[in-house]
């Protein structure tokens, strides 16, 4: 991988009550067998040798305005991008309504090669932006599937020359396949189940005599028949797409980073030790977490007795909703189409809520910065979102980090609240020592459980806070002691 990157250390361990949720053709070592047939190794080799694999190109997408590979090379073209703070911090997202692409020369002028085709490796990392598979809840990337990396033009009849990468349009497989222009395909496909915002890495390996896929750094299917249909170098003359196909469709939806490609097969100890060394890089985990450049936000929960919800707007302001967006399993929801404004008065961050259930409601959390594990995390309450509906919040700093929780509620409150802003388990008491519950505690500004809450006076009025419980009165309202005089002239405070 790239030396130069820093790695943000980031790991987050799963807990049940956060949602699964809230982005090249090479021409260096042999020949290509086809019938326009040509040596594009200068360095001579062929398909059956084992060189020790050398890293040919990198990209890392910290440029995200003339998207420069890591070594300074411009691409082809581009247009209709973005640019996402998920995973590394830094990632290429392809996820537009109109053509979109970014393409890279196979061979730069100063002679370096990005990609081969014939015997090589192509690994990097990769998210679905506003998809997921169909058997985790979602409906797959659409009826033309996803083109994530390749060059040439997949067709039906393979009839212009094809190598890459793509999901079919259920995410239920991705596929590596080629196509020589003469009618003749390839095609090796491995199984996903994958889920919005949650990276994935994907490495191939390819050579004449095998052909490997590799998913989260272990092997998911190999082909010891290898790699010898082959695209034309007339289909190759288009360069490397990412995201898309030549035309800027069959748009992937997603975002990449820390592409990386080699001079030759990697072994599988090698990719295993590599993604688990930047495994901690990539917010990958089974909590919808989302970075953007935001910030920490206030909020003030109420709490209803009988509910099994927070109730109260927080920060969150309902857009639109759009009902096919929701899914069919409550506890499978995810943030989907993400997009921030800046304005004038501040930035504003706008996302929905897709999968989930109809008439479940789903908390909103964000941080200003994220600790291992996410429990010890100071998280802000933001609100409450139903699936399918599109929501603002107003933010104005540097970073922030959102997350959806559950609707599994106990006791008045959300699992996913007593867990992350409370700190505490919804598996254990629900009151404290002096039988106050934990929810009247939150819906009264208290948001950490601490010794000798119970027997504090915040607005020294002489009742103390279980007996404010008691009583049924506000613990930071200072009501006196008049009111709490029998007529007899006693006193009733417990």
Known sequence: MNTTKVWNKLYF?????????LLVAGFLLAEVQTADAVNLNPSGGGTNSSPTPVQLSSWSFNDPVGWTDDSGHAPISFTNLAFSNLGNGASLVVNADVPAWLKYNLVENDGTTNLTIT??????????????????????????????INVGQWTATASYGYWGLSVDPEGANLWFQTQDGAGNSYSLAAPIS??????????????????AIYLDGGLATNDPGGLNILPSVSALAGGINFGSDTNGLTQANGLFNSVVTYNAPLDAGTIAQTESQEYEGYLMNPHNLVMFTLTNAISSPSWTNGGDLISGIGNLQLISSNSSL?????????????????????????????????????????????????????WAWLGQVQAGYKFSVNVNSQNAFFI??????????????????????????QTD???????????????????GLAT???????????????????PNVSEGFSIWTALNGTTAIP
């Open 13 to 21: 361990n799963p807990i049940h009550v956060v949602i699964q949720a």
């Open 119 to 148: 015997n090589g490796s192509l690994s990097f990392w990769f998210a679905p932006a506003s998809w997921a598979s169909a058997d985790d809840g979602g409906i797959g990337p659409g009826p033309n599937g996803a083109q994530l």
């Open 194 to 211: 994958w889920t919005t915002n949650y990276f994935h890495t994907i490495t191939v390996t390819y050579c004449s005599t095998n052909v």
């Open 326 to 378: 929701v899914g069919s399993s409550p506890d499978l929801v995810w943030f989907t189409n993400v997009f921030r404004i800046a304005t004038n008065s501040g930035t504003t961050l706008a996302a929905t809520v897709a999968g989930g259930s109809t008439g479940y409601y789903y908390d909103v959390f964000v941080t200003g910065a994220l600790q291992n594990p996410v429990t010890n995390t100071i």
């Open 404 to 429: 959806l929780g559950t609707p599994q509620g106990t006791n008045g409150l959300t699992d996913a609240f007593l867990s992350l802003v409370l700190k505490i388990s919804p598996y254990g008491p």
């Open 433 to 451: 020592g002096y039988g106050v519950p934990y929810a009247w505690y939150a819906a009264n500004g208290f948001l950490q459980i601490t010794n």
């Open 456 to 474: 504090a006076d915040p607005d020294h009025d002489g009742l103390l806070n279980y007996q404010e419980y008691l009583y049924g009165t506000r």
